[in-house]
């Protein structure tokens, strides 16, 4: 069950199906406390999202002391963990987000710890490592992100180096990749986005971490990174974002063969990496963001499902462009500035679903359209009204006619006719209204 926008706790503890409900999420809105007899029975697991709770009552959850797994609190106006979480004897996540708590309860804290294995305490104004977080020696996933940490002590996790898999230290204002980190040897994913990790030799450290062979998604998201480090030696790494940093180059070699997402929209880079065509296993793809004016041939491995090139001040695309990816689901190449595409531009995308062409300079429809399956689904949008030389191709006229959604083309010609109009054979007239 999940209700939206209440302003008082309902009460939910009657009714012939009361005991159905196993999850509740309560989502944005104004109740300030729970009382008990409010909650169903039997509880699983319990979502209070964006509701301003100044009390939890003591028993709230007694109902569900022995069910209850799964608890988040996000947004809350509380500043000590409620009492009432020393009673729940099954609870193996806990998510209190966005919340002020200024008093730590160490012996609540120690009970949890006896059962908690996803841990997430995101933007609570943490300023320094919390010594109790060693009581959780079941941990599992650990989420610290959005707190001023600055620096982690170097046996912080050495108690959890066998069993964490999951560790998020986002926007902790790291400077440095700590070595706390380096002992953990099942991790497979880390995020330190949002950091000031500047030193290239620092994340090329990860590669001697215990986790080296382990590790599978990676994120560097806004880090202030001015090159590529190689991370090659991870050869596990299916998932790599380095988005939004200031990388101009990626040197062959640097990155992994491995990967099968690569997230690079963003930086300053040039030209599509050398590395990329040799990922054999690669499916999505965004560069989105860079400045790579010019796609060489061969550039793409034929694995690619998904590939985003918007905003790269793409100039030219060229019938050998996208050569082989027949796999091809979703192209974006919005927010560019080539004025055509040469006729056999997209004829290998047999697989294409959604073509996206947001705000391009088309100065006219272009027949490379005529090779796509009719179930393309093309999002053109237009800078100018295209040209629409009279008469319209055959080739055009019969694949607008084959058009699953036709309406996608609805638009004006330079000279005021419609483009539907136009694709449909009525070269230079305007349709006879109904």
């Not at 409620?82 to 009970?111: C, E, G, M, Y």
């Not at 979703?330 to 959604?354: G, K, R």
Request: aromatic share 8%.
């Amino acid at each position: 069950m999940t209700c939206f926008y209440l302003l008082e706790f309902p009460r939910l503890t009657t009714g012939a199906n009361v005991s159905q409900v196993t999850e509740l999420t309560l989502e944005g809105g104004n109740i300030i406390s729970i009382s008990n007899n409010s909650l169903p029975p039997g509880l699983i697991s319990l979502d209070l999202f964006r509701h301003p709770f100044t009390n939890i009552s003591d028993d709230a959850f007694d109902s569900s002391l022995a069910t209850l797994r799964s608890l988040s609190i996000v947004g809350a106006k509380f500043t000590s963990l409620p009492a009432a979480l020393k009673k729940l004897t099954s609870l193996t996540r806990l998510v209190i987000d966005d919340t002020r708590i200024q008093f730590w309860d160490t012996v609540l804290l120690n009970h949890l710890a006896d059962t908690v294995e996803h841990l997430q305490l995101s933007n609570m104004g943490l300023s320094k490592w919390p010594s109790w977080i060693s009581d959780f020696r079941l941990l599992h996933t650990l989420d610290l992100s959005s707190n001023p940490l600055k620096s982690i002590p170097k046996d912080a996790l050495n108690f959890i180096k066998d069993l964490l898999t999951f560790l998020s230290l986002k926007g902790t204002g790291l400077t440095y990749i700590p070595q706390a980190l380096m002992v953990l040897s099942n991790l497979t994913t880390l995020d330190l986005s949002s950091n000031n990790i500047t030193d290239v030799s620092e994340v090329e450290n990860l590669v001697k971490s215990a986790f080296s062979q382990t590790l599978s998604v990676l994120h560097l998201d806004s880090t202030g990174l001015t090159r590529m480090p190689n991370l090659s030696n991870l050869t596990r790494l299916h998932s790599l974002t380095f988005t939004h940093n200031k990388i101009s180059d990626v040197p062959a070699g640097s990155l992994p063969l491995s990967l099968t997402s690569l997230y690079l929209s963003f930086n300053g880079i040039k030209s599509v990496p050398k590395d990329i065509s040799s990922m054999t296993g690669l499916s999505y793809l965004d560069l989105s963001g860079n400045l790579l004016t010019y796609i060489e041939p061969n550039s793409f491995p034929s694995s690619l499902t998904d590939l985003h090139l918007s905003f790269t001040n793409l100039t030219t695309i060229t019938n050998t462009t996208f050569s082989n990816l027949n796999l091809l689901r979703i192209l974006d190449l919005s927010y560019n500035y080539f004025s055509t595409f040469p006729h056999a531009a997209f004829t290998d995308l047999v697989s294409l679903i959604y073509l996206y062409l947001s705000d391009c300079n088309l100065t006219e429809f272009p027949l490379a359209f005529t090779a796509l399956n009719p179930q393309t689904d093309i999002f053109w949008t237009m800078v100018h009204d295209p040209a629409c030389p009279c008469p319209a191709a055959q080739e055009l006229i019969q694949w607008s006619a084959s058009l699953k959604h036709p309406s996608y083309m609805e638009g004006r010609c330079s000279n005021g006719q419609s483009i539907a109009s136009y694709l449909s054979g009525q070269c230079g007239q305007q349709p006879v209204a109904p």
